[in-house]
Every structure is written in structure tokens, then in C-alpha cells.
């Protein structure tokens, strides 16, 4: 089978033990630059429907896990392969899914491409140690096995990257796979497997399975057949997820979100402490998990920066995802535009300073438009210290250089924080303290690299990290064997 995206009719199916199946309902997956229009329609499983796709992935698993590490290698390189020949044309299903910009649509499918490939080169150096032990006449070896199946539940922001950063390594160590999309962006996921079901992997290492977090997600998350499962999504359900999961001792990783600061010091390049900002909290329209939602000023150059920032965002192209002038797209559905609209008037109710944007926007096309807001706020207020997940960033004042370190630091979450600065003494002050996982110095806090660590601290992440080398931690268990020489 050879279907372009664009030839795509109707009805993508599940792909479970290597055939495709139609379930018994079907859903419509809607663009949102222009809500007339239907990505395509797709088979919507029900939980017995995930349940045949996770008993296929314990059949395919004795083969799988004792597989050569050639062969996993070359089924993802193809993989990676043929993503990076169709950026193009797969960007474009991904702009119009989710409404991200088509360049960073495009560039969202290369990385994907590009992970598979790292990973298919991981699948050739998972390595072990070898040690003497501390009785004469025997040798210790130290190997990594794959963990089992696993469950990977997606959401919609990165419909081709996250899946990417969850399959390719699970595949590489030798697992076998059920995956599960986010609702509002199943053509994506389904675009992802359509390749994924052409390349080498026999029938039940990979299985895609479309439908509600409620019905397919917790068949994974309850299934003790699940060894392991890789989460993405909002706090409330990767908590959920812990409880049960934990309960029956599986694997967990979450990844959950933040509100990340971006400490802009007096000392910084104003131009471009104000173009990480506007990148980092309003690219992608804010629906990031690194986003800089909340921007920390040092007192003296605040007025300054505020002024700065406001004009940019009055000059930012809000509009259709495939439009070439558009720099921030819709919000991707309409459940998300009303949680960001809340968020604007619990901002006002509760005295935050509304300094631009926030309205809803009417274009060519009827989509879910907003302009980006800012607002000038104080640390407890719920905008300083929720995720708003949308095109919506708040100022806070700092005295000086400990009280910003204080207020980075003061949120629940621990993902990325950046600094703006051009003292190498705070910068290099700032990586050590701020309590994240990840640090940027001088550029935005969304904007990552894909063969290196992602993942956070405090209340953003759960478990091993994701992505490099990394992944291991999580996709594989260590196992410690004994030999007498
Ligand atoms: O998330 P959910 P939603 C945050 C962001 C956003 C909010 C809601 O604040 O506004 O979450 O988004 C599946 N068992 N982030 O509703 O519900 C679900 O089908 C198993 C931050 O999309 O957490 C989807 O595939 N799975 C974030 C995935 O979980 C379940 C990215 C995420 O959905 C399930 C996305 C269940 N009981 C949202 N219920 C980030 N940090 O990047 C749902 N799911």
C-alpha cells in the first residue's frame, strides 16, 4: 500500500497484529484554520478493540525482544527515511490537523524523520559492561533487555514528534508497541503508522489504536499484559494514570507539562531577550510544554521590555496554518480556546494588568483565532503559576538578579527555564539553581534538540527522560549475570 496523504479518501483504520481494521464508530478529525473543512474520517476503537491490539503485541514480543539489532536498525531507518522524503507533503496534513504553521509543521516531521534514524543507530550500540567479581574465578556481565509491551499515549501538540520520540526508542531496545493518538489529531497518527506498517517490522510489534483516552487509553493503562507506559499529556490524567499503573507495578514515565520562566536580566540583549519571548511563549500558539509563560523582569529595564514585547505581538500574524505570512496559527481545538479564554478573565478578576490581545479573531476562514495575550501579573496569581497551554504569557517584576533565581523557581512544575543575559557569572549561576530539567541561556525555552535528554523535575515529569541516549533508562531493564570462569 502505497497512500499519499493527500489522496487520503476516508476512514483511516487501526493497524492491529499487521492488518488494518474498521471499528464500529467513526469520528472526523476537523482543521482548525477552517472548521468547514474534514482532515479525513477515522474508525474510533472501542476497549475490546485495544485489547486485541495489546494481546497482538504480547504474541509479537518473544520474537521481537531476541531480534538482531540489524534488523531493528534498518526497519527504522526506512522509517526515518521516507518521513524526511515527505516533510513536505506529511507538514501539510500536520499544519492542517493541528494548525501549526506549515514551516513549523514541516520541520515537526523532520525531526520525527531524524529521530528514527537515531534511533535505528542506537539499535546497533546497546551496549552492556563486563566486570570481575568480588569471588575469585567469576565474571559479571551487565546487559539492558527490552521491558516488554508498551503502551505510548500521545497528545495533540506534536502529532508526529512525540509519537516519533516514543516509538523509535521503544522499537530500537526491542520492545513491542501499542499506540494510541491524541482524539483531536488521529490523521497524524495514523499518516505515522500508515509508514511505520510498510517497513520491515513483522505483524503485532507495532499497533495503532484511534479512540478516547477513556476507552483505549485506559485499556492500556489497566492491562496487565502493558509492561510499560509513556505518557504526554495534562496533569490531572498522567496522575490518574500513575495511580493505576503503579498499583499494578508497570513502567511509568509522564511527561506533563510546565510553566516555564524566562528571566530577562538588566544586563540583556533587549532585542533579543524580546525575540525569546515571542517565540518561546507564542510560537506554536503557545501550545508548547517548554512555552515561557511566565517572563521575569529585572525592575529597571522592565518598562522597556513590556514596551518592546507589546509591539511585536501587535505586528504577529495570527491566521490560516498554510497561509505563507501567518507566524501563529489557530488554537488547535475549541476546547483549548475556551480554556485559554477562562484563563484571560481569571487573569482580570483576580487584578492582573491586561497589557494586549486575547480577543477572538475573525479570518477568511471560519478557525479557533486568538490574538496573543499579555498581561502583567503577580506571582499568585493562578496565570503566574497554572499551565494555560495557549498563546497567553504574563510579566513578573524582580528586584534583581536572587529574586528572579527565587521567582523561577517558585512554580510546581520543573521543565525548561531560560535567562536572557550577557554575564557568563549569572548564566553559568542560573544553570546550576534553577530548578529544571532542561536550561536555555539567550534563547527561547521551547526549541530543543532531538538526540539529547527532554524531560523535567518537580511536577513536569515522572520517571526516566526521553529521547537520546537517555531513553534506554526507560525503554530497557538492566540485567546482572554471574559466571564461573
Ligand atoms: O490532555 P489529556 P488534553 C495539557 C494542557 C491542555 C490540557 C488538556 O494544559 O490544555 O492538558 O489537554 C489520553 N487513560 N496538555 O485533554 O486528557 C488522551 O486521549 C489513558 C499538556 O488533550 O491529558 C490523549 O491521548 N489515556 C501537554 C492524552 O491522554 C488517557 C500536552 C493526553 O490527553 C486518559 C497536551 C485515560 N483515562 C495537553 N484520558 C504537554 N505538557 O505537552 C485521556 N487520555
Not at 503485541?57 to 536498525?73: D, F, K, T, V, Y
Not at 498581561?375 to 495557549?390: C, D, N, T, W
Request: net charge negative; proline share 5%.
Amino acid at each position: 500500500m502505497d497512500l499519499k496523504v493527500h489522496e487520503l479518501k476516508q476512514n483511516a483504520r487501526q493497524y492491529i497484529n499487521g492488518r488494518w481494521e474498521t471499528s464500529g464508530t467513526t469520528g472526523i478529525s476537523q482543521n482548525p484554520s477552517d472548521t468547514r473543512e474534514a482532515v479525513a474520517e477515522y474508525a474510533r476503537a472501542d476497549r475490546s478493540q485495544a485489547e486485541l491490539a495489546i494481546r497482538a503485541a504480547a504474541e509479537a514480543l518473544p520474537q521481537w525482544s531476541h531480534s538482531g539489532p540489524q534488523r531493528r536498525a534498518d526497519a527504522l531507518d526506512q522509517i526515518g527515511s521516507e518521513l524526511l522524503a515527505r516533510r513536505d507533503e506529511l507538514g501539510n496534513l500536520l499544519a492542517r490537523e493541528e494548525g501549526k504553521t506549515l514551516p513549523e509543521a514541516i520541520g515537526e516531521v523532520a525531526r520525527a524523520g531524524n529521530i528514527f534514524k537515531f534511533f535505528a543507530g542506537e539499535a546497533l550500540r546497546i551496549a552492556g559492561e563486563t566486570m570481575a567479581s568480588v569471588r575469585p574465578g567469576i565474571q559479571v556481565d551487565v546487559t539492558r533487555e527490552p521491558i516488554g509491551v508498551v503502551g505510548l499515549i500521545a497528545p495533540w501538540n506534536f502529532p508526529f514528534a512525540i509519537p516519533a520520540w516514543k516509538i523509535a526508542p521503544a522499537l530500537a531496545y526491542g520492545n513491542t508497541v501499542v499506540f494510541k493518538p491524541a482524539e483531536s489529531v488521529p490523521i497524524c497518527g495514523w499518516a505515522l503508522a500508515e509508514i511505520i506498517s510498510r517497513s520491515t517490522l513483522p505483524a503485532g510489534v507495532f499497533n495503532l489504536v484511534m479512540g478516547s483516552g477513556r476507552e483505549v487509553g485506559q485499556a492500556f493503562v489497566d492491562s496487565p499484559l502493558v509492561d510499560a507506559l509513556s505518557f504526554t499529556g495534562s496533569v490531572a490524567t498522567g496522575e490518574r494514570i500513575l495511580q493505576t499503573a503503579s498499583a499494578r507495578r508497570a513502567k511509568v514515565q509522564l511527561e506533563m507539562g510546565g510553566k516555564n520562566p524566562l528571566v530577562v536580566l538588566a544586563d540583556a540583549d533587549l532585542d533579543q531577550a524580546v525575540e525569546c519571548a515571542v517565540q518561546g511563549a507564542y510560537y506554536s500558539t503557545g501550545q508548547r510544554c517548554t512555552a515561557s509563560s511566565r517572563l521575569i523582569v529585572e525592575a529597571s529595564i522592565h518598562d522597556a521590555f513590556v514596551a518592546r514585547l507589546r509591539n511585536r505581538l501587535v505586528a504577529l500574524k495570527v491566521g490560516h496554518a498554510l497561509d505563507r505570512d501567518t507566524q501563529m496559527g489557530p488554537v488547535a481545538d475549541r476546547a483549548q480556546l475556551e480554556q485559554n479564554q477562562s484563563y484571560l478573565e481569571i487573569a482580570r478578576n483576580e487584578g492582573a494588568e491586561h497589557v494586549w490581545g486575547g480577543e477572538l479573531l475573525e479570518r477568511p476562514t471560519p478557525g479557533h483565532y486568538m490574538s496573543p495575550a499579555l498581561f502583567l501579573a503577580k506571582p499568585e496569581h493562578r496565570i503566574a503559576r497554572e499551565e494555560v497551554f495557549g498563546p497567553v504569557a504574563c510579566v513578573l517584576r524582580a528586584d534583581d538578579y536572587e529574586h528572579a533565581l527565587a521567582l523561577a523557581n517558585d512554580t510546581e512544575f520543573g521543565l525548561c527555564a531560560g535567562i536572557c543575559t550577557t554575564s557568563l557569572k549569572q548564566a553559568t549561576h542560573f544553570k546550576r539553581h534553577a530548578q529544571a530539567g532542561m536550561v536555555m541561556v539567550n534563547l527561547p525555552t521551547a526549541g530543543v534538540d532531538y538526540h539529547v535528554p527532554f524531560g523535567g523535575r518537580k511536577g513536569s515529569s515522572h520517571g526516566p527522560r526521553e529521547q537520546g541516549r537517555y531513553a534506554a533508562e526507560f525503554y530497557t531493564t538492566v540485567k546482572t549475570g554471574y559466571t564461573l570462569a
